[in-house]
């Protein structure tokens, strides 16, 4: 997680879908699906949880525009929204960041892929 914030960058350049005053929207370099886009907030801080609240409030208000939008463009059937809070979590971009990524019935096969099997050998079947 160094060198220049590749998010910055597509801030610093207006690479947005949409933006407010303290947040910004975006495709994700490496989407999972079509439409996976990735809200950022605006001032470059690594950690969601040292954010101020109105930044939160930012991105919580641009994962609900994009997600009006991706349904008109896409047609999910459902979302799934995943933060990776530190290095641990998985957070690969040192700049705090939400994923919305839009999902369909099928998109994979076999156990439920919801938040709860980031960790497989600790999930369980619903109702397990």
């Known amino acids: ?11 610093a350049a207006g690479e947005v879908t949409v933006s407010n005053n303290l947040a910004a929207a975006f495709p994700d370099g ?62 690969t971009v040192d700049h705090a960041h939400l994923h919305l990524i839009p999902r369909s019935h099928g998109d994979t096969p076999g156990p439920p892929d919801g938040v709860r099997w980031i960790l497989p050998e600790k999930a369980r079947e619903p109702g397990g």
């Open 30 to 91: 490496f989407p999972i699906s079509p439409g996976h886009t990735l809200v950022v907030p605006q001032r470059h801080e690594a950690d969601y949880f040292a954010l101020t609240r109105y930044e939160q409030i930012a991105i919580l208000d641009l994962i609900n525009e994009m997600r009006d939008r991706l349904t008109a463009e896409h047609s999910p059937d459902g979302f799934n929204v995943g933060l990776n809070s530190g290095e641990a979590a998985g957070q």
């Open 1 to 11: 997680m160094n060198g220049p914030c590749v998010f910055c960058g597509h801030i």
